[in-house]
């Protein structure tokens, strides 16, 4: 019988192999994995909800301490519903809006190739978010 640990460790494993196939990869002390996309940071945890369902949860910020502009928050909203691949979230704080794109999938029986073409996928639609909010 495999430990949750263990299961979600090799998914992790599997998900660095795949992100460095494009990317730097850190493995930060709790397992989670961060790596920047051009001027996207992002970050990989898994976490397993049942047994044989074990996620992978794919965070990006796409931009972060935007000023506050209605025009904006609204144009993020638009595109979460567009979006395949990924729940768009606008967060307000002191600073201004942030933007971040969350996106968590079974991984489970997930080979490195094809779990690298998911994870680009998502990294990709993060990078041209920020493009095209920040162009606005």
Known sequence: MTTEAATTATLLTKAR?????????????????????????????AMQLADGLTVLSLTCVVAWDLPEDPHLASSAAERAGQGLFGTLGVVHSPRGMDVTLRYAFPADGLEVPALGTLLML???TAGQLRTDLLDT
């Open 17 to 45: 192999e795949a992100l460095e196939a494009f990317h730097e990869v850190h493995v930060d002390d709790d397992g989670a994995l961060t790596f920047r996309h051009g001027e996207v940071p992002c970050a990989v945890q």
């Open 122 to 124: 998502v990294v990709s």
